[in-house]
Structure formats: structure tokens, C-alpha cells
């Protein structure tokens, strides 16, 4: 549920393009920054209760304020949020899939040693059950198969009661020390912990052919300094990364016909070092240049065991099935990055930029033999742009314009059931344009919008669909890529009576087609489609209390938003959320 995932936060800063630099391994395409809201130094509270249609039903709480005052703060925030699923399982009609049960906290504490050090601790913990939704509809029945494939979108039909269960939590401390008035150092220590399960009908139809059941355990501990330095003319930042990382998953794939279960238990460690730094200098009033660079060496082994076992005599392996093996990798990346900044009048401002990423290689965990894993996908970005103001300021405008280049591109195809391959495509080239506006009209009116291009081709690439069979796609477009893409919005704020507030405002997204697999197939493609949401809300005008009512998919239009091939019955698609409606009370102190 998005409102655990972005529990307690302040804002969410989006970069776009490769973030090799500053933030390492796996920002190829780019990075969100997740800014928790600071405890603060006066007592503050809230609450919201949120009441909608599939039975959802969801509140949460905060409170920040002083333990000591201008010494130690804290903040306490808490979640709890149920609702019903929106796809109907003709076979279990009380088992509606894609549901949500969560609960969730996170609490933090600062505390002020004096005017130049402070420490921030913080944990949170989350459970997530439900009952998942993953490739039910049938887009396609495969040959030799015979079944019931209801006509609405949101029904279907599962021969299993599927089940989810995830509790993840984690804890951090931040300590920060002025070394001089313009000089900061930063120790960041962060520790995670994952538990996860996962039980699905793997045949996605009324036929009693497949069930998958997925255990993972992960952990992780991570630390980041950095020392940061801040000038009229120069502003440097350098650090170094340490991170360690342990998962088991273990995977059970029955066939209750055939009387056969396969079983995975790869075991995945892993260990990454880094060191890196940045600088931008002032060249002139107007022109500014930035520099960085960053080294990372990674290793990761696994310990892989597996086979297939008869169902009825337990522990009887099937003769020749059963495997077991250790193997290791190891890769270095540089990812550098370099850009020049113009300011220009009316407060404006172009840029260009040339950075590189990188995606971390690793295991294709259902080989039943050392050496099949894969290799870390680079990525150089170029990039440049215009931000400024028009109509005296009322309207800012962003255009940029960006070329990607793709080396050794991780592509994930399903081959079958429990079987997953990852390979490199030879190299993949994504050009691309995006137009951004905001407008304040007279007495109140808003509106704004953004539009994206995207040019998206394998260059060179021999997939592998499901199977085993290869094919050259080159020219094909990446996977989940629509040419077109973009956002309108309109709203309107004011005050209407004595002291009361009302807002209205309404968006529309849409896309063009997108494909999921790389052979741009006509059944795993979504075709272009439009969404539309609402929102009014309704308070005084201090916002002591709000109540608002909003709307998504207002339409109820049908999408697609994922697809599978490697069942042995059917192609199946995961269904996108259908009309949702719900009002929400808010109070703050």
C-alpha cells in the first residue's frame, strides 16, 4: 500500500538518469530520495482516517516534539490499513485477489550534542499480508488446453487459494559533525531485514496443474562517509561505501498431476566497497562546471542446491534431477560524471551532462550449473535541458532532451515455471524528450502537465522466449517503453464563506503501447489507454481539519500492467486497479 511505503515522509526528491556518481550501483535509470520528516522542537500531532470502496479502511498517526527541549527529539509514526481486493477468483469467490492488510511504524529520535554534532536514530518495522494478485487473467489459452476464461477483466479463475505474507524492518543511525563552519562530516550506518512468502497457482487457470511457494530471508548492513565542504566559489562532497548483504530463498514448484515437486535453495552472499567524490566550482558569476567519479568493487558467491522430488514418498529424489554447486563473481565499475550549469536572466537556466551508471551483475538462480550467471549492465547518459519562468513568472517550463546508451543490458525472460533467465543484450540505445509545465492562472486556477518521447531499441540482442527458444530482436523496443507518455492537471484553491477553504483538481495520465517481452508479441502488450482521477477538499482555512474525497481510474478503464508467458496453460496478465473511490478526515495540531 503506497501510503506504509511513503510512511512519515517530508518529500521525495526523483533524479533522473544514471546516479553512478554519488549513489553507486543499481541507479542506472535513476534514484528516489525518501526525506523523512525531521522531528521537530514543538509539539505537533495528526491524524487521518481514510473510509473507500473494495472495504478499505486506513489510519494513521503522528507525533513529533521535544524530549528535552533543543536536545532531543522525536517522532513516532504509525499505520494500520485494510481493503479488499479488486479481481474476483470465480472459484473462492471470499478470496478477492490484490488486497492489502498492513501494518506499519517508524519511529525517530534526534538528538543535539551541541551547536556543531547531532545524532539521528531511526527504525521502522512493516508486515504486509493480503492476498496477492500476479498473472491471474488469461490473455491467451496455449494449445492442448481447454478452460473457463471469464470476459470481464477483473474475474478469474484459480485452482489454489493464494497467500502473502512480508515483514521487513530496518534501523539507522546518522551522525553529523561540523568540522568547520563549511565542512560537514557524515557517518550514515543503516541495517535491513526482509522475511517474505509467497504461495500462488502457478497455472493461473481452474486447473489443478502448478502451485509456487517462495521463502526468502535477506539482511543487510551498510555503511557511508562522506565529508562535505561548502564555498562561495566551491562546494565538494567525497565519502566512501561499505555494504554486505546475506539472502536464502527457497522455492517449491508442485505438479499435484504429475506428482512431482522441484525445489531451489540458492543461498546469495554478497559484499560492495566504494569510494567516490564530487566538486562543482563557480567559473564565472553565471557558469558553473561539476566533476565526480566513483570506484566500486563487488563480490558475490552463492551456494545453489536443487531437484525434483516425488510428492508421494518424501525425500525421493527423482533419479539424475538433483544438483548442487558453489560459485563466485566478482566486478569493478568507474562511474564518472561531468556538467557544465548556466545561469541565465529571468531565472533561468540550461545544463548539459554526461554520467554513467551501472547494475550490479549476479546468479540466474534456477541453473542447475555453475557459470550461467550474468553481467553488470553500464549505461552512459547525455543529457541536456532548459528550465525557466514565462508570463512574468506565472508559467515554468522544463525541456530536456536525453541519449542512453546500454551495454551488457540485464534483460529477464521466464522460461517456465520457477525458471528465470537473465542475460546481457549486446547493447540497447534509448533517446528521448521531455516537455514540463506549471501555470498559475487568475483568482485561484492552476493547471500543468508533462510530456515524454521515448525512442527505445534493442541494437543488438538474441532473447530467449519461453522454452528456450532464441530469437534476434534488434530493433525491437525494450520491454514496458511506451513512445508516448505523459500528465495533464488542473486545479483550483480559495476561500469560500468565513475562514473555510475549498480545492478541486483532476488529472489525467496516459500512454501508448507497450510490449513486456522483447519479441513485441501481440498477446504480452498493453495497448495505449487513458486513467483519470479526482480530488476535493474541504476545511477551514489554519487546516486544523480537512476532509477530502478523491477518486482513481474514475473511468474504470481495463489495463494491463504486467504479463507472463512461461505457464504451461496460458499466457496470463496482471490486471491494473479498477475504479477506486474513497473520503478521508484529517486532523493536525
Not at 536536545?71 to 472459484?91: K, N, S
Not at 538528538?111 to 508486515?127: I, K, M, Q
Not at 509467497?198 to 562522506?226: G, Y
Not at 514418498?313 to 527423482?318: N, R
Request: glycine residues 10%; neutral net charge.
Amino acid at each position: 500500500m503506497e501510503f506504509v511505503q511513503f510512511l512519515d515522509l517530508d518529500r521525495i526528491e526523483v533524479l533522473r538518469g544514471p546516479q553512478g556518481t554519488l549513489y553507486g550501483r543499481n541507479a542506472v535509470g535513476g534514484a528516489m530520495n525518501l526525506i523523512p520528516r525531521p522531528p521537530t522542537n514543538d509539539l505537533q500531532a495528526s491524524a487521518d482516517v481514510t473510509v473507500g470502496n473494495f472495504r478499505e479502511l486506513r489510519g494513521d498517526a503522528r507525533v513529533s516534539g521535544p524530549l528535552k527541549r533543543d536536545r532531543v527529539m522525536g517522532t513516532l509514526a504509525f499505520a494500520r490499513g485494510v481493503r479488499d481486493g479488486y479481481v474476483h477468483d470465480l472459484e473462492h469467490p471470499d478470496h478477492r485477489l490484490g488486497g492489502d492488510d498492513v501494518t506499519a511504524a517508524r519511529g525517530q529520535m534526534r538528538v543535539v550534542f551541541d551547536r556543531r554534532t547531532s545524532l539521528e536514530v531511526s527504525g521502522d518495522v512493516d508486515y504486509q499480508g493480503g492476498i496477492p494478485l500476479t498473472f491471474n487473467k488469461v490473455l491467451a489459452v496455449k494449445p492442448g488446453f481447454r478452460i473457463d476464461n471469464p470476459p470481464d477483466l477483473h474475474d478469474v479463475r484459480a485452482s489454489a487459494l493464494a497467500s502473502n505474507r512480508t515483514l521487513q524492518s530496518g534501523a539507522s543511525l546518522r551522525l553529523t559533525t561540523e568540522l568547520t563552519p563549511s565542512t560537514t562530516l557524515v557517518s550514515l550506518t543503516g541495517y535491513r531485514q526482509l522475511d517474505f512468502e509467497f504461495f500462488v497457482d502457478a497455472d493461473i487457470t481452474e486447473l489443478n496443474i502448478q502451485t509456487t511457494h517462495n521463502h526468502e530471508w535477506q539482511h543487510q548492513l551498510s555503511e557511508e562517509l562522506t565529508l562535505s565542504h561548502q564555498q562561495r566559489r566551491l562546494n565538494w562532497v567525497g565519502g566512501i561505501f561499505l555494504f554486505g548483504e546475506a539472502d536464502h530463498q527457497t522455492f517449491w514448484l508442485d505438479q499435484p498431476q504429475a506428482r512431482i515437486q522441484g525445489q531451489l535453495d540458492p543461498r546469495v552472499d554478497a559484499t560492495s566497497r566504494a569510494v567516490f567524490g564530487q566538486a562543482t566550482v563557480a567559473l564565472t558569476s553565471r557558469l558553473s562546471a561539476t566533476a565526480g567519479v566513483r570506484y566500486t568493487h563487488e563480490r558475490k558467491d552463492i551456494d545453489n542446491a536443487g531437484g525434483r522430488y516425488s510428492l508421494d514418498v518424501p525425500g525421493q529424489a527423482v533419479p539424475g534431477s538433483v544438483y548442487g554447486y558453489s560459485d563466485s563473481i566478482t566486478h569493478s565499475a568507474w562511474t564518472p560524471k561531468v556538467g557544465l550549469d548556466l545561469k541565465l536572466p529571468h531565472d533561468a537556466l540550461a545544463y548539459v551532462s554526461a554520467t554513467r551508471g551501472f547494475k550490479s551483475g549476479g546468479f540466474n538462480l534456477s541453473s542447475t550449473v555453475p557459470g550461467r550467471g550474468y553481467a553488470p549492465e553500464f549505461a552512459w547518459s547525455y543529457e541536456g535541458g532548459w528550465k525557466g519562468t514565462l508570463i512574468s513568472g506565472r508559467s515554468r517550463v522544463n525541456v530536456s532532451a536525453f541519449h542512453m546508451d546500454y551495454t551488457n543490458l540485464q534483460v529477464q525472460t521466464s522460461l517456465g515455471n520457477g525458471v528465470f533467465d537473465i542475460r546481457n543484450a549486446a547493447a540497447a540505445k534509448i533517446r528521448g524528450l521531455e516537455v514540463e509545465n506549471t501555470c498559475r492562472f487568475g483568482r485561484g486556477f492552476e493547471a500543468g502537465g508533462h510530456l515524454t518521447w521515448l525512442d527505445a531499441i534493442y541494437d543488438q540482442y538474441i532473447a530467449v522466449a519461453v522454452g528456450g527458444a532464441t530469437g534476434d530482436v534488434a530493433g525491437k523496443r525494450l520491454n514496458n517503453a511506451p513512445e508516448w507518455a505523459g500528465r495533464t492537471w488542473i486545479a483550483w484553491a480559495g476561500e469560500i464563506g468565513q475562514s473555510r477553504r475549498l480545492s478541486i483538481a483532476a488529472e489525467t495520465t496516459a500512454q501508448s503501447t507497450v510490449f513486456y517481452t522483447p519479441f513485441n508479441d501481440n498477446i504480452q502488450q498493453q495497448g495505449p489507454y487513458g486513467l483519470l482521477g479526482t480530488r476535493v477538499e474541504y476545511g477551514p482555512s489554519h487546516r486544523r481539519w480537512t476532509v477530502s474525497a478523491y477518486s482513481r481510474n474514475l473511468t474504470n478503464t481495463d489495463y494491463i500492467m504486467a504479463t507472463f508467458g512461461a505457464a504451461q496453460t496460458a499466457f496470463g496478465g496482471r490486471p491494473g486497479p479498477s475504479r477506486q473511490f474513497a473520503v478521508d478526515f484529517s486532523v493536525r495540531r
